[in-house]
């Protein structure tokens, strides 16, 4: 991997070319928990950035690089900016005005073509693709040689084989606590971002639908992990009453299993010193669930290949 630097200052005509460009762009700006200053934002607006070494690339290339552009966010772009930031994006690209839709909302799915660029978008729901997270994000492919682009996000297509862990998803206890939890793979623990004092609380009450719907067992997918939640943000607990239960945080290795990533993939720096767990918790908030990666660009290789 080839560190480039800042992306400000970053020149698309004198980079390397690249047949693929990915891209997030930071979604603070856009996330409903944010302050919605959508793509004027400080954050998002490095979106900009990203688009203008798209062009002096495809510039200095007679416009041969790149071939495909993937950019991925928060759901909130679709509605940030009075729904006018994803507008935005999609002109920025084309380079040219794209009507907004008769609803005045923008579909989940949606196709826009302007000459040669062939645009897709589509909402990937994680919880579809093997984790048990349901993390809602906004994949955008863009299309620089053919009409591609549907192919890769509309086509249905196998899963690709995950991590023997996460296929198992076995679960290990709380450091010291010697106490397995149950088999997610029949049933998964519920995380709800409240107090361990309303824990304990609704759990004492004996209202047991309202302690199996929030706190115990529960067929429901992992709310998205946030990045500024730390470990004591994720609380969830482990038993089926108050008496024989208690609350613990996850641990990163089950977050990183929420992921699809291998476990310890966060544990050790570049240098191979190792991570503190607060800084495991936010990387892992800020990350991209893998399964759902894979689908997009395994989608450009088959199309690429079968050119």
């Not at 480039?4 to 928990?33: K, N, V």
């Not at 589509?122 to 549907?150: C, K, N």
């Not at 084989?161 to 088999?183: D, L, N, R």
């Not at 945080?249 to 190792?274: K, S």
Request: proline share 5%; aromatic share 10%; with cysteine.
């Amino acid at each position: 991997m080839e560190h480039l630097g800042d992306i400000t200052e970053m020149h698309g005509g004198s980079t390397r070319p690249a047949h693929i460009i990915t891209f997030g762009s930071p979604c603070q700006d856009m996330s409903t928990i944010g302050q919605r200053e959508g793509l004027g934002g400080k954050e998002s607006g490095l979106f900009y950035q990203a688009i203008r070494i798209i062009d002096e690339m495809r510039l200095a290339t007679n416009g041969e690089f790149p071939v495909w552009a993937v950019w991925k966010n928060v759901m909130g772009a679709f509605s940030s900016g009075k729904r006018m930031d994803f507008k935005r994006v999609l002109e920025a690209f084309t380079k040219s005005a794209v009507p907004m839709p008769r609803s005045a909302r923008w579909a989940y799915a949606g196709m826009v073509r302007e000459r040669l660029l062939d645009i897709a978008w589509r909402l990937i729901d994680a919880r579809y693709w093997g984790v048990p997270q349901r993390r809602r994000r906004i994949f955008l492919v863009a299309d620089f040689a053919a009409e591609r682009s549907s192919r890769i996000l509309f086509k249905p297509r196998g899963m690709l084989q995950t991590a023997e862990s996460c296929q198992k998803m076995w679960h290990y206890s709380a450091k010291g606590s010697g106490i397995p939890i149950s088999e997610a793979g029949r049933e998964l623990p519920t995380i709800r971002p409240f107090s361990q004092r309303s824990m304990r609380s609704a759990a004492k009450s004996g209202n047991t639908k309202k302690f199996t719907r929030c706190f115990g067992l529960s067929t429901d997918p992992f709310p998205t992990l946030l990045a500024s939640g730390g470990g004591n943000y994720f609380s969830i607990w482990q038993g089926d009453n108050y008496e024989g239960g208690f609350i613990r945080n996850l641990t990163p290795t089950e977050c990183e299993r929420l992921f699809g990533l291998p476990d310890g993939w966060t544990e050790y720096g570049a240098n191979g010193e190792e991570i503190s767990h607060n800084a495991r918790y936010k990387a892992l908030g800020n990350a991209i669930v893998l399964p759902c990666a894979e689908y997009v660009l395994s989608g450009i290789k088959e199309v690429s290949t079968n050119a």
